[in-house]
């Protein structure tokens, strides 16, 4: 990690603690060269899906538009009521963690 005043990538960490929501570390660190004092934060690398779209744009998975997506495409071919695709799916109720 590189120190924002002098780019030096040699520091330490003086202080590490957890954010109060558990899902990040905050850690203040101090440069080897300048002596001074930063701050960074580590989280999870979040692992949802990419869509590709059909001109190659890649946009970040939502739940919402898929759902509403098989939503027309039931009603244009004439399905009524919740689509089985979707009561089957968990596109509705994801499996909790475990
Ligand atoms: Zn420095």
Do not use: Q, W
């Not at 780019?7 to 590490?16: F, K, L, P, W």
């Not at 660190?29 to 934060?41: I, L, S, V």
């Not at 580590?42 to 098989?70: F, Q, T």
């Amino acid at each position: 990690m590189k120190c924002p005043y002098c780019h030096e990538t040699e520091n330490r960490v003086i202080d590490s603690r957890l954010s109060k929501d558990n899902n990040m570390i905050r850690r203040r660190r101090e440069c080897g060269r300048c002596n001074r004092r930063f701050t960074t934060y580590e989280r999870v690398e979040e692992m949802m899906p990419l869509v590709v779209k059909k001109d190659g744009r890649r946009e970040s998975y939502d739940r919402l538009k898929i759902i509403n997506g098989l939503r027309r495409a039931c009603h244009l071919l004439g399905h009524t009521g919740p689509p089985r695709v979707i009561r089957r799916s968990r596109l509705l109720f994801p499996a909790r963690p475990s």
